[in-house]
């Protein structure tokens, strides 16, 4: 694979359709997470990847705007701490992975401890080499045991980034985004795109999605797409209910045998 085979603005989608079709995509997620929280047998991690002002806290807000919040968990991954760093580089992810029932976003990832060190050259070559092969069997552990990984990695030009850098400077309710060190990332944007390459071919034993990121609209059009997918494919189903006190009833409706009984508590006063 090839990040520059991939478009950052896909010029075949209509403006106006793409954001009616993901209003409707949205809600539908909504109505699924929270189907999958109550049944508490699946789990969901959204992998958020991308340079600095990629977009990815837009997305975020986004693709959660009509889910239940009790099911929802968010996690941006920043430079380790030293009990970060005292552990193994997947103890901080590991940790705050989801339970059964909870959607859960990644706002960078795993993949930082790969990323970062091979553009700054402070961890030893041939240690970041096996991390490629412990993220696969790490993943992969996480989808046998019931939780879904989908990993995005949103694709924006250099353009559309020094925009978005520049707003950070310009407009007041920016200013608390904006680093100096983001300027200096940026000037090994190449850099960073290469380790990218690797990583989307080298750690794909769960599949990448590569999201036009030049335009808000557009990378959540594409995020959402996959998400509800997922969700779809899943065997979600609303609990049975539990009960001893109207278990007369709820054997009755389990056998269809509902027509003419009274509701419980039916003709009290």
């Known amino acids: 694979m090839k990040i520059s085979e991939h478009p950052t603005f896909n010029r075949e989608w209509e403006k106006k359709k793409v954001k009616k079709e993901t209003k409707k995509i949205l809600k539908e997620i909504g109505e699924l997470q929270h189907k999958m929280y109550a049944q ?9 990847q991308g340079t600095d002002a990629s977009g990815k806290d837009g997305v975020t807000m986004g693709l959660l705007k009509y889910c239940n919040p009790v099911g929802i968990e968010v996690h941006s991954f920043k430079k380790p701490t030293d009990l970060e760093y005292a552990h193994d580089f997947l103890w901080r992810v590991h940790n705050v992975c989801p339970a059964k029932g909870v959607m859960q976003v990644f706002i960078r990832s795993h993949y930082e401890d790969i990323l970062v060190p091979s553009v700054e050259k402070f961890i030893p070559a041939d240690i970041i080499e096996k991390r490629y092969e412990t993220i696969n069997t790490f993943e992969r552990m996480l989808e046998d045991h019931g939780t879904k990984v989908l990993k995005f990695f949103l694709n924006v030009s250099k353009k559309a980034q020094e925009e978005r850098l520049i707003e950070r400077i310009e407009m007041e309710e920016k200013h608390w985004k904006h680093k100096d060190g983001d300027w200096d990332t940026r000037a090994k944007f190449d850099q960073y795109m290469k380790v990218y390459e690797k990583i989307l071919n080298r750690c794909n034993d769960i599949p990448w999605t590569v999201v036009p990121a030049d335009r808000n609209w557009q990378k959540l059009y594409a995020v959402a797409t996959v998400v ?15 009960t001893e006190r109207f278990k007369e009833e709820a054997d009755a409706r389990s056998t269809g045998a509902t027509a003419g009984r009274k509701k419980p508590g039916a003709g009290k006063k």
């Open 40 to 48: 508490g047998k699946y789990s969901v991690i959204v992998v958020l």
């Open 228 to 242: 509800l997918k997922t969700l779809k494919e899943l065997d979600l189903q609303w609990p049975a209910l539990i």
